[in-house]
């Protein structure tokens, strides 16, 4: 079955950076793109943009732009998000979700970033 | 980017009573639009595709209607474990999703 599994909560400071891992399983990686979405605590769902898992290319929403990378080990079947200089406002659960035009029907278990001095 | 509306914000039900829940858009998407349901600390769950096809697995009491910029997605028979946030997204463009409607217990 597919599965999307993704990596443990962190916290951080201001300032630092995180990663987050998301391991995909029970389908060929590069046969679908890779979505991450943004749910900040008690609020809604939050499109951050997406990779291309064929060729690597990032695409980014506009509030995404700039401090977040969207990257791939793909013989590891692997999507990452990195965010640099990390501020309060990214404190957040970060899901990634494989691409589909037919509603997200697979998605990662969500990381807890937490930024606290 | 294509704004997402949902209505009402929360809704109380009473177990057993037939439910809607409105999503419109500020453009036109078609019938790119989905619906997700998401409990506390889970990951959304797709209910609805296509805003009215199905879901293999999703209870028969979940449906969907519409096209264009009106959507609703309706429960016929609410039971308590549909107390949850119910999101709309649209694929049409780049992805967004509505705010979401929270269903809570009269």
């Known amino acids: 079955q597919i599965q999307l599994v993704q990596s443990g909560p962190e916290l951080k400071k201001p300032g630092e950076s995180v990663k987050i891992s998301c391991k995909a399983s029970?389908?060929?990686?590069?046969?679908?793109?890779m979505y991450w979405v943004k749910q900040a605590p008690g609020q809604g769902l939050q499109y951050m943009g997406w990779?291309?898992?064929?060729?690597?290319?990032?695409t980014y929403a506009d509030d995404f732009k700039g401090r977040f990378v969207f990257f791939l080990e793909t013989s590891a079947s692997t999507a990452y998000l990195q965010i640099n200089n990390l501020k309060n406002e990214d404190m957040a659960t970060y899901f990634c979700?494989?691409?589909?035009?037919?509603?997200?029907?697979?998605w990662g278990q969500g990381v807890m970033v937490t930024v606290s001095s | 980017d294509v704004v997402l509306t949902q209505s009402p914000a929360t809704l109380s039900v009473t177990p057993g009573e037939r439910i809607s829940l409105s999503c419109r858009a500020s453009?036109?998407?078609?019938?790119?639009l989905h619906w997700y349901q998401q409990k506390p600390n889970e990951s959304p769950r797709l209910l609805i595709k296509?805003?009215?096809q199905s879901i293999s697995g999703i209870p028969s009491r979940f449906s969907g209607s519409g096209s264009g910029t009106d959507f609703t997605l309706s429960i016929n028979g609410v039971e308590l474990e549909d107390l949850s946030i119910y999101y709309c997204?649209?694929?049409?463009?780049?992805?967004?999703f509505g705010a979401g409607t929270k269903l809570e217990l009269k």
């Open positions: 979700a494989r691409r589909s035009r037919m509603g997200i029907a697979n």
């Open positions: 029970g389908y060929t990686f590069t046969n679908y793109g």
């Open positions: 990779i291309n898992t064929e060729t690597g290319k990032p």
């Open positions: 453009e036109s998407v078609d019938t790119y």
């Open positions: 296509y805003a009215s």
């Open positions: 997204q649209q694929g049409n463009s780049l992805p967004t």
